[in-house]
């Protein structure tokens, strides 16, 4: 029952947070200099500076021009009213067509690009678990062994190079860049332009090969980071007073490691899985701008730096709650590893 109540608790907190959140980062567009009344201001005095219109006759255009511009955008109503509206009719933004693309509302911008950030998110978060706990375990059982000092060595020097360098590398190394190196990979993009329906495997095998560099970068920032913490964690449990006392009783190490505290040791692995359920769909701005994945990282930016808020507000709410919902995953994903977690409800 405890465990119910603190999941509970933790679910109602979801809440207050979200709106907290949601709150501050929209009175943030309303308040700050620089918005889509502005830049449509700018527009306009540009306009107008480059005619024979003289200064006075600009600013009142610009300000008959201002007022107009907020009823059209809706600035023009109270705060509260144009966040509950946002929030609640709008369905936190996914309705309000986009500043840039009129014809487009965020959430069909939005939709466009997730299956993209879904593919590079779920491979780079599978083969990240699949290569690192393996070889976390490995690196645990050969402590201070030739094969440990190695593997740290290619880890190390993978972690070291930041994921926009190693993939301009990459990419020069492999994809034909430079005359002479090798052309094996595309230059970017998702999938190649095909003139009309191929098979199945055919896509496939066209999508993995366009993802192969890309989710390389994607895999090598988390590799060290999720290796260190399976091998330490491992070595923790090996070293621990309840593992010495079932091998007293005559235990195989065998049966004490994969039996007692292998289990144990997964408890701080767990705790990535609420930032990794965000990461599928916010994206990489970095790697999807090097090898132009349109993915959510690219939306995201643009939407950034052409201040068109409309779709920014609405990537923050989706990222905002795949991120609280990760929390709780992994919270949840500690009572399946361990039932015996306490959470105490005090």
């Known amino acids: ?3 119910l109540a603190y999941l509970t608790r933790r679910l109602l907190l979801v809440i207050p947070t979200f709106l907290g959140i949601t709150v501050i980062c929209f009175a943030l567009t309303r308040l700050l200099p620089g918005g889509p009344v502005d830049i449509q201001l700018m527009k306009m005095r540009n306009i107008g500076g480059g005619g024979d219109q003289s200064a006075a006759q600009v600013t009142q255009v610009t300000e008959e021009y201002r007022q107009e511009l907020n009823r059209q955008f809706g ?10 509206d946002w929030l609640i009719n709008q369905r936190m933004g996914m309705r309000i067509a986009s500043y840039d693309y009129p014809n487009r509302t965020a959430w069909q911008l939005i939709a466009s690009r997730i299956p993209v950030s879904l593919w590079f998110g779920i491979t780079s978060f599978v083969l990240s678990y699949l290569i690192c706990i393996p070889l976390g375990i490995a690196k645990a059982l050969r402590h201070r062994q030739t094969f440990d000092a190695v593997s740290s060595l290619v880890v190390f020097a993978g972690y070291a190079i930041p994921a926009f360098a190693l993939g301009m590398v990459l990419k020069m190394l492999l994809c034909g860049t430079v005359e002479g190196l090798g052309d094996l990979f595309p230059l970017g993009g998702f999938e190649s332009d095909f003139p009309g329906p191929v098979p199945l495997g055919t896509r496939l095998a066209d999508r993995a090969w366009h993802m192969a560099l890309p989710v390389a970068c994607y895999v090598a920032g988390n590799f060290a980071v999720l290796t260190l913490i399976m091998k330490n964690s491992l070595l923790d ?3 621990s007073d309840y ?5 007293a009783k005559g235990a195989t190490r ?4 994969w039996g007692h505290a292998f289990r144990n040791a997964l408890i701080p692995v767990a705790t990535g899985f609420g930032s990794i359920l965000g990461m599928l769909f916010a994206g990489s701005i970095i790697i999807e701008s ?7 990282g690219r939306l995201s930016w643009d939407a950034l730096v052409g201040r068109d808020y409309a779709v920014f507000l609405a990537l923050l709410a989706l990222t905002s709650v795949m991120q609280l919902a990760g929390n709780l995953l992994s919270d949840f994903c500690y009572l399946l590893i361990d039932p015996r977690i306490h959470f105490g409800t005090s």
């Open 75 to 84: 600035f023009d109503r109270p705060l509260h009213t144009q966040y509950l």
């Open 243 to 247: 593992v010495r006392t079932v091998l």
């Open 1 to 3: 029952m405890d465990r």
């Open 237 to 239: 449990q090996i070293a």
């Open 290 to 296: 090097i090898f132009e994945i349109p993915g959510m």
């Open 254 to 257: 065998r049966r004490a490691i």
